[in-house]
């Protein structure tokens, strides 16, 4: 099924889950990054505050993960 909306729409309604996440665990890490967790070093992870604030490494993630869908969007746009 293909669903046709504009992309002021998709970008509005990116943004505002972006606004979401960031008042999520007292702000948002915006140095996370997604890992395999059986792969990942924990001492890194513990140094970069994984272990102190889980939701604002997930918020981090997430806000990453939204913003490059809008650079997606845009790029897609100028072709």
Not at 34 to 52: C, I, N, R, S
Request: aromatic residues 8%; negative net charge; charged residues 30%.
């Amino acid at each position: 099924m293909i669903i046709s909306v504009s992309k002021e729409e998709l970008t509005s309604l990116l943004l505002k889950e972006i606004k979401a996440w960031e008042s999520v665990g007292g702000g948002p890490n915006l140095q996370a990054f997604e890992f395999d967790p059986k792969t990942v070093d924990t001492e890194l992870l513990e140094q970069l505050g994984y272990y102190k604030n889980r939701e604002s490494w997930i918020a981090g993630t997430r806000i990453r993960c939204l913003m490059e869908y809008i650079r997606e969007i845009n790029t897609q746009q100028a072709r």
